[in-house]
């Protein structure tokens, strides 16, 4: 019996990148739905999403029409708020169908027993973030942002957005993704059920097997690399390119 693996992607960052860079990811969605058992989406989607009530922001339906097409078709996505779009809620659960998780989730991909979380805030890193993160998702900010009239607050999270400034920025990347491993290690350390960590935020990929058969794995970005990381049962993590898999 052929079991099809399991499709993990992260920080797509959609609003700030190109429309090609748009319409390759829905690309993408469409072979997943044709190879893939499930997908997994670790965080930064988007970059910036809030509901406020039942407006969302329509520059977003071409992906959240395949990602409900992908639901639809009976397969399973899962989406893990980053720390762009962590205030999911009622649209995308129960419109689009897709499982949103805000923090951490313990789960199964390609049969491993897996801790996954965006990486924002974790381990030793991100001291000032995580005071940060804890203001913007208290119930206090969340409901005066909601007070705004949406325009407004997609200007302002538009404004406040360095995604562009940072695209190219090696050494931050590569310092969040010290912290993020020492994290994995960590975890997979003390917890011993675990089999995978499974991580976004640093924007570098990574697939690295701290014991046999236990494994960090980063699937990177779409904003410079287009990566992601394929999961089957039995079988090592695989880290690919989508630019590569379309030409091939």
Excluded at 10 to 23: K, Y
Aim: charged residues 25%; negative net charge; proline residues 4%.
């Amino acid at each position: 019996m052929n079991i099809l693996p399991d499709y993990i992607a992260s920080d797509i960052h959609l609003g700030a990148v190109p429309r090609t860079t748009e319409r390759a990811f829905i690309e993408f969605l469409e072979h997943v739905g044709a190879h893939g058992r499930s997908l997994l989406l670790v965080g930064d989607l988007f970059d910036f999403w809030f509901e406020y009530g039942t407006i969302i922001q329509g520059k977003h339906f071409r992906v959240l029409a395949a990602l409900a097409e992908l639901v639809d078709a009976g397969l399973p996505v899962t989406l893990m708020g980053g720390n762009h779009d962590a205030w999911g809620g009622r649209f995308l659960r129960e419109e689009v169908g897709v499982a949103f998780y805000p923090d951490q989730l313990r789960t199964e991909i390609g049969g491993r027993k897996a801790l996954v979380a965006h990486g924002d805030g974790v381990g030793r890193g991100d001291l000032k973030y995580r005071a940060l993160k804890a203001l913007l998702r208290s119930r206090v900010t969340i409901g005066a942002f909601r007070m705004l009239h949406p325009e407004l607050g997609w200007r302002i999270a538009d404004a406040a957005s360095t995604t562009e400034a940072k695209a190219g920025n090696d050494l931050a990347a590569h310092g969040r993704a010290r912290y993020i491993e020492e994290w994995a290690r960590r975890r997979l350390e003390e917890e011993r059920e675990l089999d995978l960590v499974i991580c976004g935020h640093s924007h570098v990929p990574v697939i690295l097997e701290v014991e046999p058969g236990r494994y960090y794995l980063n699937s990177g970005d779409w904003i410079q690399r287009d990566t992601y990381i394929v999961v089957s049962p039995g079988a090592p993590p695989e880290l690919r390119s989508w630019a590569e898999t379309r030409r091939g």
